[in-house]
């Protein structure tokens, strides 16, 4: 397609309701594309239509069988007639249409498998749900808020199966409100385990086995925010700031402050998560996002999204971008989103109210002269100068009328603190450079040490969160709100996030980028947010692993990476569906099997389908040319192999067992280039080994050809930040391609973004390189963790 016809298709997608993103992205796989803009023009939506109508086009467009396309105009009509009206209704749908394939629409039995005409009002959904607690009363009372509410859901749906699952919820929360009250603190409490009892004697064994532990409480239900306080407590001392010269700066509010703070604010919590737009956000910044936007949800307050960008030569429309984008992605929603620079004239005009306080003065000194006097703790020469003169030269500094680097504005803090980050910190230095968001209005920009305090304060933080290396700076932060008389939020600090095998500095990583030693800051080896979403990582994962690592002041110790990969596996072994890959394909002919014939063999989607669920199952063709991976055959056999070898048999999994009995050799009598195999259509045979595999649609044509990307640790080594050569720990393996691996045909209608689990091999989800004529998988991580007990 050219341009035009792009933003013509573009259109067209958001006029069925799709947002932005989800349209573009879509633009971007060919194959979807096409089925959309068919479905679209079938259902003769062209114009517009309900977003939920659109919601539902989409998933026919991205998942119709491809065994009953006869009956889509169909199932369209249902659609756009709300007939069929929800996710759980088009699931049946697609389940029957797959089942029927090309034959006869039984009108009748597809209305009635879809639930077309059922109609379940509120109060069905209240009698089911009083159904089902007074069932489960006496372990909902017993487990209180710690009821797994799925459970609860599940029993619902199956009585009734077409309810709209938010009323569903609704009622499911307000019946347990009513039977079980407001929340305790005993219901937030991480309960209490028993000690491990010595075994049991042989005559209490049977006694033993029956009782069972109460359930353990998972870490994901801890509430790791009780630790702060609320709102109106911020008139209390929590920090104190020594000076060298005076007496103790205890900080806190008065009442006057804290009166007005908690008028505007309703008494609500307001946090921000303040980012800086020079580079793009890692995993630590996703423990930062669930500390921030995490409180603040909580406590029904709000988290503002702060673009701290006061520097304006590192500040970039890409960076800004991706950042709001990601923070969405993550799950969290900002109460507003500001950027420092929206304060640059409040900020000015309180430095000159500083200046007349006494608590700033215009500088000179250059950085080498400032680092020696504060190596000696001595005051600049400039340090005691007027009030008036230091107000004429910042207007000045302002004005431009000063060079750049010839003069700071600094605050007049304590040069004999023992605290180096109180000694006179610059609060605005000269720079001639436009500023991207404020334009050419200022050459003067504000410091971090004297800009966040207050906008802190200007924009009623309660809650100032922040990495423990920003614990010296709270002096500060706190010296100069009082200095002001500001309004003072109240600051705590936690541990940062060091995850093994990788870098997190902006620095290393814009290294690694520059100089391509990755492919860009979305490459799915870095742990930058936009690198593991592509990689397959969900945000639910990430923020589970967040999540378990809990809000705490510990030493920032090194998190190791297999954590992270449990939570992955954790989500996508729920979420994935299986399907077949085989990466090093090694021809395998059945020669008992007749040539010409092709059987359709069903393969589970999900480990405990159930037989009678049409939708758990897909199609894999069998054939008498079949593949198997290169890695699966020996030559030689041994007691602890479980794959093929002459002589022996395997499962080929969903089919049947198969006996290697012939192999064809290379002149060099080494390498495998076919294997001659029979089947046993009977399955008498019962084969230790499992193999997965891939078969030839139709005679003498190859199965679907895909690129598979195998990703592993970036660096070699747990802390290569440590290292003074760090680049030259980086993994030589840590990308692996292959180019032509065969999959099953079901895989053909994969979209990006789709997850999946390749049997035996591990979780991969579709790339933003696939096109049309080739898919391209990226491995999120295999089935279990390969380094531990030494694996690697």
């Known amino acids: 397609m050219v341009k035009e016809d792009n933003s013509n298709v573009l259109d067209l997608f958001l006029k069925i309701g799709l947002d932005e993103k989800t349209a573009k992205n879509t633009l971007a796989n060919n194959k979807v594309t096409i089925n959309l803009t068919a479905v679209i023009h079938e259902a003769a939506v062209t114009d517009s239509c309900d977003r939920a109508v659109g919601n539902l086009l989409y998933t026919v467009a991205t998942k119709f069988p491809a065994n009953a396309l006869n009956h889509r105009p169909t199932l369209l009509q249902y659609i756009v007639s709300t007939k069929i009206k929800t996710p759980a209704q088009l699931e ?80 499911i929360d307000l019946e347990l409100y009513k039977l079980l009250g407001e929340r305790t603190a005993a219901d937030n409490e991480k309960p209490v385990k028993k000690k491990k009892e010595k075994p049991a004697k042989t005559e209490d064994k ?132 500001t950027y420092t620079s929206d304060y640059f004239q409040d900020l000015y005009e309180l430095a000159v109210e500083l200046i007349r306080r006494g608590h700033a003065y215009v500088d000179h000194q250059t950085p080498d002269e400032v680092k020696e006097y504060r190596e000696k703790k001595m005051n600049s020469p400039w340090r005691d100068r007027p009030i008036e003169e230091s107000l004429r030269l910042f207007d000045e500094m302002k004005r431009g009328m000063i060079d750049e680097g010839k003069a700071t504005l600094r605050m007049k803090q304590d040069m004999q603190n023992d605290n ?113 979403r592509r990689r397959g990582v969900t945000s639910t994962a990430i923020n589970a692993f967040v999540r378990g690592i809990g809000i705490t002041r510990s030493d920032c110790s090194m998190i190791q990476l297999s954590r992270l990969e449990y939570h992955i596996r954790e989500e996508l072994n729920k979420t994935a569906a299986r399907t077949l890959v085989v990466l090093n394909p090694l021809k395998v002919v059945i020669t008992n099997h007749e040539a010409g014939l092709v059987m359709d063999l069903d393969a589970k989607k999900w480990p405990e389908a159930p037989a009678d669920d049409a939708s758990s199952f897909y199609k894999v063709p069998f054939s008498r040319v079949v593949y198997i991976d290169r890695t699966d055959f020996r030559l030689k056999d041994s007691k602890d192999y479980y794959g093929l070898a002459p002589g022996k048999s395997v499962l080929l999994r969903y089919a049947y067992p198969i006996k290697c009995t012939d192999v064809i050799l290379a002149d060099d009598k080494e390498t495998v280039l076919e294997i001659r195999a029979e089947y046993d259509p009977s399955k008498t045979i019962k084969p230790k080994g499992v193999l997965h595999w891939v078969a030839e649609p139709s005679p003498g044509v190859d199965p679907l050809k895909v690129e598979v990307r195998l990703f592993d640790r970036l660096f070699r080594s747990e802390n290569p930040a440590e290292l003074d050569e760090w680049l030259g720990d980086l993994n030589p393996e840590s990308k692996v391609v292959i180019q032509n691996a065969y999959a099953v045909p079901s895989v053909r209608t994969a979209a990006l973004g789709d997850r999946f689990q390749f049997e035996r091999l591990g979780y991969f989800a579709v790339d933003k390189d696939s096109t049309s004529e080739k898919l391209v998988f990226n491995r999120t991580v295999t089935l279990r963790d390969s380094y531990a007990k030494g694996g690697k």
């Not at 109609?119 to 607690?133: G, H, M, P, Q, Y």
């Not at 009734?160 to 699952?165: E, H, S």
């Not at 998560?273 to 709000?302: C, Q, S, T, W």
């Open 92 to 171: 049946a749908a697609f389940a029957f249409l797959s089942a029927t394939a090309s034959e006869n629409l039984k009108v009748h039995d597809f209305e009635e498998a879809c639930g077309v005409g059922v109609e379940v009002s509120k109060d069905d959904i209240e009698r089911a749900v009083n159904e089902v607690f007074e069932e489960k009363k006496t372990n909902i009372l017993e487990q209180r808020y710690r009821t797994n509410i799925g459970e609860l859901f599940a029993h619902v749906r199956k009585k009734l199966p077409w309810a709209d699952p938010k009323v569903v919820k609704e009622v």
């Open 206 to 337: 049977a006694k033993s086995v029956e009782e069972t532990p109460p359930p353990k409480q998972s870490e994901e239900e801890l509430n790791p925010y009780l630790i702060f306080p609320s709102p109106e407590e911020n008139y209390k001392v929590h920090t104190e700031v020594y000076f060298s010269d005076r007496p103790v700066l205890r900080a806190c509010n008065s009442k006057e402050l804290l009166e007005k703070h908690l008028e505007v604010t309703g008494g609500k919590v307001r946090t921000r998560f303040p980012p800086e737009p020079n580079g793009y956000l890692h995993i630590g910044h996703a423990k930062a996002m669930f500390v921030d936007f995490g409180l603040a949800k909580e406590r029904g307050g709000g988290c503002y999204l702060r673009f701290d960008d006061t520097n304006p030569e590192a500040e970039k429309k890409e960076y800004i971008d991706h950042i709001k984008e990601i923070v969405g992605w993550m799950g969290w929603e900002p109460f507003k989103i």
């Open 420 to 532: 180096v980050n109180m000694y006179d910190l610059i609060a605005y230095r000269i720079k001639f450079t436009p500023h991207p968001h404020a334009g050419d209005k200022w050459c003067i920009y504000p410091s971090y040490d004297y800009a966040h305090c207050i906008v802190d304060s200007l924009e009623n933080i309660t809650h100032s969160l922040c990495t423990l290396e920003f614990e010296t700076r709270r002096a500060s932060y706190y010296w100069l709100l009082d200095a002001l008389s500001l309004y003072q939020a109240f600051v705590w600090e936690y541990s940062r996030l060091n995850v093994s095998n990788t870098v997190m500095s902006k620095r290393k990583l814009n290294r690694l980028v520059t100089d391509k030693w990755v492919d860009g800051w979305d490459d799915p080896r870095l742990m930058t947010l936009a690198g593991l």
